[in-house]
């Protein structure tokens, strides 16, 4: 078999894994059978609504619930009554290299199953982003992103400057498994820039926080500027984000903030997650 043919083999089968996500009338999104007892990982942008249906590659269609979601994050888990589903491989995303060779999968303005290619063109810090050079479009996000060896390493999610980003598979692992039991801070937050030591810096603007939660009860206030974690200032949108998938509940962080213009800093006690849409 020729290597092109290879090639073909194995995007087959990643189509098989890929479905068609629907709200109502609105587009066709994707999403990939992660798990073959019918649990679908998507973007939260591509549910945001109700009674999402999910059509497999094979034409039959589910009405599915939401098991989960991180708006923030932009991911979703949805769950379908189906088992002996295709799922795909899931691949380390850790041991991707700048260069490599991906494919996505999606529905790109509802055609099922389109597939494009390229190159890892970097990866972020933290493990936050993929970003390549794949041709994405309207329908694509919540598909695949798949190395040659056939195996699911991002969820593909937005285009930024002309190049794919996608959702690398270790954070979708990490979401998986702290669905149902993620720490979360219990506030609702605005992306601001802050300039502190004549150097800008990320910051998360608290705009409402949650009674008796975890920024509460440890003594944060709405207007308090959140700049750091572990005496790490954000240098990146999503590293807060970040850090709390990968922390677990009950993991204290001592979290620095601005109050009136004064950096602070408090211990946290990371919560369960509640089911909070807009919750951090």
Do not use: C
Request: aromatic share 4%; glycine share 12%; no cysteine.
């Amino acid at each position: 078999m020729s290597l092109t043919e290879s090639f073909a083999a194995m995007v087959e089968l990643i189509r098989r894994s890929t479905v068609q996500v629907r709200i109502g009338r609105r587009g066709i999104g994707s999403g990939v059978i992660w798990r073959s007892n019918g649990l679908i990982v998507t973007n939260d942008h591509v549910v945001r609504g109700n009674d999402p249906i999910v059509e497999l590659s094979d034409g039959r269609a589910f009405s599915a619930s939401i098991a989960a979601r991180n708006p923030q994050r932009d991911l979703a888990v949805l769950q379908i009554g189906a088992d002996d589903l295709p799922a795909v491989t899931v691949g380390d995303s850790d041991l991707l290299r700048v260069g490599e060779l991906v494919f996505a999968v999606g529905n790109p303005g509802g055609t099922v199953g389109a597939v494009t290619a390229g190159i890892v063109h970097t990866i972020e810090s933290k493990n936050s982003w993929i970003q390549a050079d794949v041709r994405l479009a309207p329908g694509n996000s919540g598909g695949a992103l798949v190395n040659v060896k056939g195996e699911t390493i991002g969820i593909n999610t937005m285009i930024v400057n002309g190049k794919g980003l996608a959702i690398p598979s270790k954070t979708v692992e990490q979401f998986l498994k702290n669905m149902g039991n993620a720490p979360y801070l219990g506030v609702e937050l605005h992306l601001v820039r802050v300039i502190i030591a004549q150097k800008p810096v990320y910051g998360w603007l608290i705009t409402s926080i949650e009674s008796d939660g975890s920024a509460q009860n440890a003594g944060l206030l709405p207007g308090d500027i959140l700049i750091g974690v572990r005496g790490t200032r954000f240098q990146s949108q999503h590293e807060l984000f970040w850090i709390l998938q990968n922390s677990n509940v009950g993991d204290g962080m001592t979290i620095e903030f601005l109050r009136g213009g004064q950096p602070l800093s408090r211990n946290v006690i990371l919560e369960s997650r509640r089911a909070e849409p807009q919750a951090a």
